[in-house]
């Protein structure tokens, strides 16, 4: 039990100020509490109490506005305070509520968090060069109009020649491509090591038509866990089965963000042509996807 004896021994000024400062804390979290305000529509006064024999306050008009302390009347009086502070009740024939605006609504995410399943952006790199390489893979932004290079076709990205300089990983491209493969990848860094597919990337492999068959005329673009995630919330599924049923053999829009994948230049035609293990045209990729669109028909009309 609350002991306020020791104010009988003050001065009864600062008691006074006290016990104020106790009843103002205790008007301020009853105020938090509820969110009604009330408008007086005619000329009113704030009384001491919940009735018309209680002693008058001060005079109150419209418009003023009053924070409604308490919904339930009494005596067919509101407990209320005034825009200035003061404490009181008034006849609730003279006032009408009025509803509190609702909270701001928290901005709608736009993409996946900087951190996911406790993994970093730059994943378990322990190289600068490779943590930097990681954070580009896990970019969280989607592209802005601005970003997307015009030139960045996939015809353009699949010509050949040393391409190390053709592009720039600051910059995005949205291409249109036949998809030839869909399939999971493989255990990294840059998703801290995981080994179920679905906190691993997607490869996705793509060609300029059906009869392009070659490996060494594929462009590989990339769904990272990240956004496979994120794009769950939205009602997409990206998971590795879903877009293997969705895109194989068929003409897809991709957008997201150029990058060049160093790991894989000795990989590439552009880069090691007639190497030994050459797989795919160029180190170059989209990844992360940010986007997928399948085409309802040509790719004209994609």
Request: charged share 20%; hydrophobic share 35%.
């Amino acid at each position: 039990m609350l002991d306020l004896s020791p104010l009988g021994k003050l001065e009864p000024v600062m008691s006074r100020v006290l016990v104020s400062a106790l009843v103002a804390l205790i008007i301020a979290g009853h105020t938090a509490a509820g969110a009604q305000t009330a408008v007086v529509t005619h000329d009113a006064y704030l009384r001491t109490g919940p009735s018309s024999t209680h002693t008058k306050i001060r005079k109150l008009m419209p418009p003023d506005e009053l924070m409604i302390l308490d919904p339930q009347k009494q005596n067919d009086y509101y407990e209320v305070r005034t825009a200035g502070g003061a404490h009181g009740w008034v006849w609730s024939h003279n006032v009408q509520l009025t509803t509190a605006p609702p909270p701001a609504p928290a901005p709608a995410a736009t993409g996946p968090p900087e951190v996911y399943r406790s993994c970093p952006l730059e994943g378990s790199a322990i190289t600068n060069n490779r943590k930097e390489s990681n954070r580009k893979k896990n970019r969280i932004t989607r592209p802005a109009s601005g970003d997307i290079g015009a030139n960045a076709t996939l015809a353009a990205i699949l010509q050949g020649g040393d391409d190390t300089q053709r592009w720039s990983d600051a910059r995005a491209a949205s291409i249109v491509a036949y998809v030839y493969d869909v399939k999971v990848g493989g255990e990294e860094t840059v998703n801290c090591g995981e080994t179920d597919s679905l906190y691993i990337d997607t490869h996705i492999e793509l060609v300029l038509g059906p009869q392009d068959t070659l490996k060494t005329g594929r462009l590989i673009v990339e769904v990272t866990p990240r956004w496979r995630a994120f794009l769950a919330t939205q009602g997409e599924d990206w998971t590795t089965r879903a877009l293997e049923q969705r895109l194989e053999g068929h003409w897809v829009r991709f957008t997201g963000w150029l990058f060049w994948d160093f790991e894989h230049a000795d990989e590439a035609a552009h880069t090691n042509p007639g190497g030994d293990h050459v797989w795919r045209a160029t180190a170059w990729e989209i990844h992360p996807i940010t986007e997928i669109k399948v085409c309802p028909g040509t790719p004209a009309t994609c």
